[in-house]
């Protein structure tokens, strides 16, 4: 069974290149699950109803969020009822939405899509999470029937809390793949119980930028010690990234992965 994980989608830009690559990419490759991150769709800041109406109109199974999804109040019934997924291991109890779904993919098999946050610099990056790991632990021992396909976003800012997951759940997962930090990393392997993984799946969006914002807009920010508060979103070298997948639908485990890398 073939996976298509795409990464962070931001902006217009980003949007724009999943609506133009994503059916030649499904039939291309033969696609039978697609998983978004979509935590910067609303100009790099979360994702609102309307973005995600627009973005589910497209093939796409599940879309995961991030530490962003809290900024657009109007995405909140929609976590209820669709298959957008904010992270699963919140501190707080009564925050609407699910860090979890199963779906059946093209083929019929049961995908079970988990979102986690990661802790280390994501410190003041919305609420209080709970160790990534420990939360995965209790709702995999809760997990019954298991489906045999199990894909992980852990969105976080740090290389080392990633890869610790992914050695963490080698075999256990079938996948592992990282999204935040908007650079895709040259990473991508099988762990040796058949975990695919890779740090970052990358950014689908404007990549003459700084991981999305225009160039100049960074510039001044940085140079004014972050006072200077305006905010535009790059418009140049719109691109699409993410891995494909390949899983044993005996195993669940992967089979083999491929690096995505699509110029608009």
Known sequence: MKVLCIGDVYGEPGRKALQHFLPRLIEQHMIDFVLVNVD????????TDKLAEEILQLPIDCITTGNHVWEQPSIFPHLEKEA?????????????GHGFCILPSRKGFDVCVIHLQGRVFMEGKGPQMRSPLRAVDDFLAGLKPKPKIILVDIHAEA???KRVLS???DGRVSAVVGTHTHVQTADEEILPRGTAYITDLGMT???HSVIGLDVETAVQRFLS???????KVAEDDIRLEGLLIDIDE?????????????IL
Not at 84 to 96: A, D, F, S
């Open 40 to 47: 910067n769709a609303a100009g790099g800041k979360g994702i």
């Open 84 to 96: 957008i997924l904010r992270p699963l291991n919140l501190v707080e109890k009564g925050r609407p």
């Open 159 to 161: 290389t080392a809390e």
């Open 167 to 169: 050695w963490y759940l």
């Open 205 to 207: 969006g404007p990549h």
């Open 225 to 231: 010690d972050g006072q200077f508060k305006k905010f």
């Open 250 to 262: 005996e195993s669940g485990m992967a089979k083999q992965v491929l690096r995505i890398r699509k």
